[in-house]
């Protein structure tokens, strides 16, 4: 079946890093995203990695795939108060099924 | 071209009406996908297209539900008598088959069902 898990909620200081975890169940999955969403505004692609990858770096962003485990993870490095929003994970097969997704909160 | 469009951005009806929200992809996408979001909850998967063809359809999707790509260019979704159930956020996303991974999203159409 599909199943994207994610936990709801994290806080974090300004400066620090964030890391965001998310596990699903499809093994056939080709890729895995994260979106991030902000308030009132539409799902924005942050990035994505291909299922024979176990890591991935851009910029600020690193994400991470535990393929055996079907455990994915973003990372944020010096997170700003601009960081805060939903972010959600999720698995392709054709189609994207999401998790429900992660409200990141950051503090001054 | 801007992105993926969708039209309108907010729509208010009455139970019982019908309602007809359009979606135009990015020029070369030959994929379209439509989602629905409640509030707190992720995007919710309705049904795909790969050109004018609906390969997908979501098995909690209720039969009031239809959607529709002609010309494998813009596409409908059109609720029948609506609930106050179908109150959410209903998305548009488009990609390119074979670069799926670059799925992107529409600002949206809101429905509010009174």
């Known amino acids: 079946g599909e199943d994207v898990e994610q936990s709801l909620f994290l806080s974090v200081r300004e400066g620090d890093s964030s890391v965001i975890n998310c596990t699903y169940t499809?093994?056939?999955?080709?890729?895995l995203y994260w979106y991030k969403q902000e308030p009132g505004a539409g799902l924005q692609l942050l990035t994505y990695i291909f299922s024979n990858m176990d890591m991935k770096q851009d910029q600020r962003l690193t994400v991470l795939l535990n393929k055996k485990d079907k455990h994915l993870s973003l990372r944020i490095a010096d997170t700003q108060t601009g960081d805060s929003a939903i972010y959600f994970c999720a698995e392709s097969t054709g189609k994207l099924i999401f998790g429900q997704g992660t409200e990141l909160s950051v503090k001054p | 071209d801007t992105g993926v469009s969708q039209d309108p951005r907010h729509k208010i009806t009455k139970r019982g009406q019908n309602v007809t929200f359009r979606c135009d992809p990015i020029?070369?996408?030959?994929?379209l996908y439509w989602y629905r979001q409640t509030l707190g909850q992720g995007p919710e998967f309705l049904t795909y297209?790969?050109?004018?063809?609906?390969?997908?359809k979501s098995r909690l999707l209720s039969d009031r539900f239809s959607a529709e790509r002609p010309k494998g260019s813009f596409s409908t979704l059109e609720i029948q008598r609506t609930e106050q159930g179908d109150s959410a956020m209903y998305l548009c996303a488009s990609s390119f088959m074979g670069r799926d991974q670059e799925a992107f999203f529409g600002q949206g159409t809101r429905l509010t069902v009174v």
């Open positions: 297209f790969q050109n004018e063809a609906q390969l997908e």
């Open positions: 499809d093994s056939s999955s080709t890729y």
């Open positions: 020029s070369e996408h030959n994929r």
